[in-house]
């Protein structure tokens, strides 16, 4: 299959769902809660339409798995991976730290990914084996080394009535300890791609769905990232925690990580 394809129209789409969330960015007059803070608004759903529209005019028969809508038919070799727009809550809050999100998975594997931030005009892609690009220049992680002397990243899940609370402030409580700093910027596929750029040594987030990883870690580990979930083992989409370093510091960063969830 033609990868390079693959990603124009990818590109595409994501640049037309982001003209739309620019199009309500400050002016979102509806609002509605899918859980106890998880939002969505009409920019979501707008946007998602008109990235599915520009897929399915290109490729009519393949799966489509998005955040709003769920999974729709086609088939399931070749499948796409939509978060319309990652980072809602900052887009309701009039904050610009947002994302549209879109991968491309052949027989199950991610070998597509393109993440857009409307506002900067940033787009960050990747083909497997080929690498990773922001704007169209090849990207790769920091070389920062030890952790004291990295900036890290991380998230907190959206329906904290099901999180083990003592384990994830562990988790937090060691890794501030132990680095140069953490942010907390909400948008994890933003936050993985930052990784890939060298802005951010390390990312660790759990309790994620699909479409919020699945481009953003393609990225990352095209960009030389190590990605694993707190196991040390392969990520893939399907797992709820994920670890993404710059490599140096993931050893340092599984033993900060290592708490037993007790859900």
């Not at 009519?60 to 798995?65: G, Q, T, V, Y």
């Not at 694993?228 to 050893?251: C, M, Q, R, W, Y």
């Amino acid at each position: 299959m033609d990868l390079k394809h693959v990603k124009r129209v990818g590109m595409a789409a994501a640049y037309k769902g982001g003209e739309i969330l620019r199009s309500y960015f400050g002016k979102i007059f509806e609002i509605r809660k899918k859980g106890a803070i998880d939002l969505v608004t009409e920019a979501d759903i707008r946007s998602e339409k008109q990235i599915i529209k520009t897929i399915r005019g290109a490729f009519p028969d393949h799966a489509i798995l998005a955040e709003e809508s769920g999974l729709s038919e086609g088939t399931i070799q070749h499948q796409w991976i939509i978060d319309p727009l990652d980072g809602t809550t900052n887009f309701a809050h009039g904050l610009s730290f947002f994302a549209v999100s879109i991968a491309f998975a052949l027989d199950g594997n991610v070998v597509v990914g393109i993440v857009l931030c409307p506002v900067t005009g940033e787009i960050f892609t990747a083909i497997a084996d080929k690498g990773a690009d922001l704007n169209g220049r090849p990207i790769s992680v920091s070389a920062s080394f030890p952790l004291s002397e990295s900036l890290l990243v991380t998230g907190f899940p959206y329906d904290l009535k099901k999180m083990h609370i003592p384990s994830l402030l562990t988790r937090f409580a060691n890794c501030l300890k132990a680095a140069q700093g953490i942010r907390r910027f909400g948008s994890a596929a933003l936050d993985l791609c930052l990784v890939a750029c060298g802005r951010f040594d390390g990312f660790w987030e759990q309790h994620l769905n699909p479409w919020d990883t699945a481009a953003g870690a393609l990225i990352a580990k095209e960009a030389g990232a190590m990605v694993t979930d707190f196991s040390d083992k392969p990520f893939t989409v399907d797992k709820k925690e994920i670890l993404a370093t710059n490599g140096k510091i993931h050893k340092e960063m599984l033993l900060l990580l290592e708490i037993k969830d007790t859900e």
